[in-house]
């Protein structure tokens, strides 16, 4: 439920109350998720739909979502009906849980939703309620006030009464609850125009979560308007950063969406921890259906922890142990492995598994990467496809050695590629997954057989940091694969992409406090709480890794005066600690606020410890509510960050 959106969950409890109250307790969810605790008393026994009425104080919010017992529903299910639209004309949603291959006779108004035995998401756990009184099968969005007053007015009417009679009385003009019953179960439906707006089918629908059509440059100032005035930024909290979740999602469906209908078999779209591992990011990515792709073991159990399944997990390390190995093949993560050494380091890894476990080699999911040495973008060392890289095996150095590895060893099913992000031009991404085709087409010929069945074509896509353009799209990059490869889509392969960068850079900005403005040399220089503890690599590249500022007033209105040449420095001790240099911007005076954009990547994840500044807070929102944050991680303690270094005590 957390991971689906929930943020409050209320219990209603009756028999054994305090034995559940403290095994809720027990887990330690109580402190990220609001829970409620209603005692209904050990005796209770005026059934479920009357019980109800007994959270009706405790509701303080517009719509409940009710949950049948009888299914658990995944984190990408519930965020798929709490996003559902409700209105003046549509008060309540139902999904109805069915399976479409046998199917017969359920009313138009019901959500599809399969729930075969080939499908996670909805595990059942009991086969039949008979004569319940709860929503068989099902998920309920209703709005709060329409459906309280629905349940009080029953209670006033009749001791006893059934869900299935409330929703019945939902509806208008005698229409009525129906009850459908398919494969030997009962399949409920209101058919209503009530329920008339239900989706036909579960998809991601890019259109529902498009953003909102409030412009970002006016959205941000709101936010900082109200980060201001609650003390979310301040002189003792001087800097924090801020996700755009309208502009998150609406970036993860677009990738969805550009690739559907593409052809290929099945396609994973792991999204890159490294950019930005932080649980709020992990919670929606994981939410949105993607995959995670993993540059060390840390990150792998991050993901996992995160409720990625671990099919849906890919690990990149060049430099795994034997213990990480294991451990990553045992949980049915994709392994790449960097080089012919490694290869072989694996082969006796399984055959020593394989001796314990028979099997173990069918199992496993690995592959190899190679470097299709086709060269360099504009940034060196965001490219790797030169002929020198450090990563993977050089298709032009070990052609024939890559192609036996494959005739060796039947388990290497898989072929990664990723050529670099950015500063590399669109057309270099596609030329090196061209190549990648080819090899695994090669291949499955030699051996008579589809044994490269899994292509990852990596990430890195670059993504325009002087305006909010968007460019290049990934409309753009599909249609170019599917253009120019299109075996890669009709191959019968299992396509993985790595997109990070690209997703979130743009949902990200740097809010921080102007501390102190002085003239050196004739030089303007602003100091500000963000440098190279969170820019390292505007710091160490300036005019390759550039970032748009603007600068806001001390209530964070946008400044517009006469511009002057500055240096924004930041709060590091050493001279290179600038996140500016001779950029124009609007007088800036002390007490002042600047906003650093496209700060979304690459900042937390490579939050550095040099001078002891404790990582700043993290809060995200949504465009329609600018001045609601949502506490995605505390402020670092100053003991917290001096905990990094160690104990005074030797052991």
């Known amino acids: 439920m957390y991971k689906g959106g929930i943020d409050t969950v209320i219990f209603i409890l009756g028999l054994q109350g305090d034995k559940i109250k403290a095994a809720v307790e027990a887990t330690g969810i109580t402190s990220f998720l609001n829970i409620k605790f209603v005692d209904a008393g050990a005796d209770y026994s005026s059934g479920y739909a009357r019980s109800l009425a007994l959270a009706r104080e ?62 996670p998401d909805v595990p059942v756990i009991a086969t039949t309620l008979g004569n319940s009184d709860c929503i068989y099968c099902g998920l309920g969005l209703f709005n709060s006030e329409f459906f309280f007053g629905k349940i009080e007015k029953f209670m006033a009417e009749r001791p006893y009464f059934t869900m299935k009679s409330v929703l019945e009385d939902m509806v208008s003009d005698g229409e009525k609850l ?48 109200g980060a201001i ?87 990149d390390s060049p430099c795994k142990t034997t213990k990480e190995v294991i451990k990553c093949f045992e949980m049915g993560v994709l392994v790449n492995l960097d080089c012919l050494e490694e290869v072989e380091k694996v082969a006796r890894i399984l055959d020593d598994m394989e001796a314990t476990t028979p099997g173990t080699k069918a199992k496993v999911r690995c592959g190899i990467r190679i470097n299709p040495q086709i060269g ?65 087409e090669e291949i499955n010929a030699k051996v008579g057989r589809q ?31 599917k253009n120019q490869i299109p075996s890669l889509f009709t191959g019968g392969y299992h396509i993985y992409t790595e997109m990070g960068r690209s997703l979130i850079q743009k949902a990200g900005w740097i809010g921080t406090r102007v501390e102190y403005c002085k003239v050196a040399g004739g030089k303007n220089i602003a100091t500000v709480h963000c440098g190279s503890n969170m820019m390292l690599r505007t710091c160490y590249l300036p005019k390759q890794w550039p970032h748009d500022m603007t600068v806001l007033d ?47 990547g690459y900042t937390m994840g490579m939050y550095s410890k040099y001078n002891s500044r404790p990582a700043p807070a993290v809060y995200a929102y949504e465009s329609k509510f600018p001045e609601k944050l949502i506490l995605w991680k505390e402020a670092e303690t100053l003991e917290q960050t001096l905990g990094f270094w160690g104990s005074f005590e030797s052991k």
């Open 58 to 119: 405790h509701v303080d919010f517009s719509t409940v979502l009710l949950c049948n017992a009888d299914h658990i529903f995944q984190a990408p299910v519930v965020y798929n009906m709490i996003t559902q639209d409700l209105s003046s004309t549509v008060l309540g949603k139902l999904m109805v849980d069915n399976d479409v291959d046998q199917i017969e006779g359920v009313p138009s108004t019901a959500v599809m939703f399969n729930v075969a035995q080939d499908r």
């Open 178 to 225: 129906r009850t459908t019953s398919v494969a030997n179960h009962e399949w409920l439906s209101i058919e209503t125009t009530i329920a008339l707006r239900w989706s036909r089918k579960y998809k991601w629908v890019t259109e529902d979560l498009a953003m909102d059509s409030v412009p970002v440059n006016k959205v941000i100032p709101q936010v900082m308007a």
């Open 554 to 600: 001390h209530e964070g209105g946008i400044k517009t005066s006469d511009k002057e040449i500055y240096d924004i420095a930041g709060p590091l001790c050493f001279s290179g600690d600038l996140i500016a240099v001779d950029r124009p911007f609007p007088k800036i005076t002390s007490g002042d606020h600047m906003v650093v954009h496209d700060c979304g």
């Open 451 to 481: 044994q490269v069945s899994i292509l990852d074509i990596g990430g890195g896509l670059p993504m325009n940091y002087w305006s909010e353009e968007e460019f290049p799209t990934y409309q753009m990059y599909a249609e170019a694969l």
């Open 229 to 315: 005035k609650s003390g979310v930024l301040c002189e003792d909290n001087a800097i924090a950063l801020f996700m755009d979740l309208d502009r998150l999602r609406q970036k993860v469906t677009s990738l969805f969406a550009a690739f559907e209908g593409c052809g290929a078999p099945r396609i994973t779209h792991a999204y890159a921890v490294k950019a930005n591992p932080l649980c709020g990011v992990m919670n929606e990515m994981c939410r949105l259906g993607t995959g995670a792709e993993c540059a060390s073991i840390g990150e792998v159990m991050h993901s996992i922890n995160a409720g990625f399944d671990p099919k849906s997990v890919v690990f």
């Open 376 to 440: 360099a973008g504009s940034i060196a060392s965001t490219s790797t496809a030169t002929a020198s890289s450090k990563f993977g095996t050089g298709i032009t150095d070990y052609h024939d050695e890559l192609v036996q590895a494959y005739c060796n060893y039947e388990w290497l099913t898989g072929i990664h590629i990723h050529v670099g992000s950015q500063g590399c031009e669109m057309q270099l991404l596609v030329d090196g997954v061209a190549v990648q085709v080819g090899l695994a």
